[in-house]
């Protein structure tokens, strides 16, 4: 019974992702689920977007947080529009949660709505928001085994960026063997080295975004 | 009803959780269930426990990853007796892991035991696994910001290990802001700074680890 219930909670959740997947496509909105451990840059990266985006294309965000606003408030002070989703103790963001915030976005005057998930490589991949494509996010100092012992987000991305890479000579990373384990999770997936530090590989993470934006149905 | 069934799982996982504490207390193990996010240096740390201790103290390993035993290999390579829990989609370690897990590890013959948990700052910290002790891991290339995003952990840990502070030169991380945000979320808490790569601070770790182990009934 125990497993019946959690099936029906899963499908139901499912069936608010394909909504929200709805209400995106109508709008002509992509929606990217960023995915990434807690401080592999995910804030820095949405700025990073905006920075080189923002002059030809509207972003919004929604953040997700277990607590504070503090990156909400930081995406704000650039001029972005942002919303912050608390999670308290959710580990995740949920497809209702994402439904009950849509309201408060004005979804028509956006191309792109880039959603900073809670800082967690493990959980959130098991939930579709509706968007457009998973982004997978790590950074170099979390080392080169990553791929190898979390691959479910590996497998679900649609793109991999590599953060810090001005951390690579300060630390053992081993570029080898972090694509060595990727390719063995996911043949085909992109990576973007970048580092939203030095600003390194920003202008190719923009071209990626604007290309995906201008196919938002899919691959 | 579903709420009902959440709770008495999680009664039923706190009832194990006891029962392997009682397991521990028996056999005269301090257990430490070390959380932290993926890449901020759990096996580097246990490594370096190994180092400064392994010539006075008994350590054993318990070692949860989603997949691959790739962390286990390295410590077993060290000499260090390392058993792997491998969760597949799981997010945490589960007070039944462990204890399917004990009868496998010769208890009466260990000083210690670590639990290194599933890289993740959320959801392992709500399970208590009968630990002595839970350790905060949090790396400096996380970002200062830690405590105030995620402060479940933060507040439930008994000492926190600040690691990789090598990398503090190359990166925006402000101890001050560390500390103030850390102090308001748990205004008691121990701070270890360490860089297993450089074996600064390791010395101050092993101490702790010693004196902890001298009052394996807590504080």
Chains 1, 2 share one sequence.
């Not at 905006?50 to 002070?77: M, P, W």
């Amino acid at each position: 019974m125990k497993i019946a219930i959690k099936e029906d909670i899963l499908k139901e959740e499912d069936r608010i992702g394909a909504e929200n997947r709805r209400e995106f496509l109508a709008r002509g909105v992509a929606a990217f689920n960023l995915i990434g451990s807690p401080g592999s840059g995910k804030t820095s990266l949405i700025e990073a977007a905006y920075r080189e985006l923002g002059g030809e294309l509207a972003i919004g965000v929604i953040e997700g947080d277990l607590a504070s606003d503090k990156d909400t408030v930081r995406l704000r002070n650039l001029g972005l529009p942002a919303l912050q989703i608390n999670t308290g103790r959710g580990c995740h963001l949920s497809p209702l949660m994402i439904k009950k915030a849509l309201p408060e976005i004005d979804l028509a005057a956006l191309d792109i709505l880039i959603i900073e998930n809670v800082g967690n490589l493990v959980c959130p991949v098991s939930f579709d928001l509706g968007e457009t494509a998973k982004i997978g996010l790590i950074s170099v100092a979390e080392g080169d085994d990553k791929p190898t012992k979390y691959p479910l987000l590996f497998r679900e991305a649609e793109v991999v960026v590599l953060n810090k890479i001005d951390l690579v000579p300060h630390s053992d990373f081993d570029r080898e063997a972090f694509y060595s384990g990727l390719r063995a999770i996911n043949p085909a997936i992109g990576v973007i080295e970048i580092s939203c530090r030095t600003g390194e590989g920003v202008e190719e993470w923009g071209s990626w975004l604007r290309e995906r934006v201008s196919s938002p149905a899919g691959r």
